[in-house]
């Protein structure tokens, strides 16, 4: 059994890769993660596809959650997948927040939790209090 593999998509390629590492770290790299950060020229923005081309680098059989770090990302990643919608394989877009959302989605992805599980863990992560009081 392989594991949910993570696409991580910001207006900023260091913000994704940053967020990356951090994810990588926590789960000892077992969970595939791939970034789409930015634009083509190197401008902060979309590109859908570099998207595209992040979710091809680590789509498997267990399927791929998708965390976005701004709302206008949403239309470049959903261009993305409509453009991969015939290559098979389940694709998630997550409304989670960004850094919580993948901190936590690769943990339960490396302990092999499915899609749904996965996608519904990150997703709790808003929902997280991370100052009481």
Do not use: C, W, Y
Request: hydrophobic share 50%.
């Amino acid at each position: 059994m392989g594991t949910v593999s993570l696409v991580l998509v910001s207006h900023s390629l260091q913000l994704a890769t940053g967020v990356r590492d951090l994810a990588g770290q926590m789960t000892q790299g077992k969970v595939k993660i791939a970034v789409a950060g930015g634009t083509a020229d190197g401008r902060l923005g979309t590109d859908a596809n570099a998207i595209r081309g992040a979710i091809e680098e680590v789509r498997g059989p267990e399927g791929v959650l998708i965390l976005v770090d701004l709302g206008s990302a949403v239309l470049s990643t959903q261009m993305a997948i409509e453009q991969l919608a015939e290559a098979g394989g389940r694709v998630i877009l997550s409304n989670a927040p960004f850094v919580e959302g993948a901190v936590i989605a690769a943990v339960e992805a490396s302990i092999d939790k499915p899609l749904d599980e996965v996608a519904a863990a990150a997703l709790g992560a808003g929902q997280m209090e991370k100052v009481t009081g």
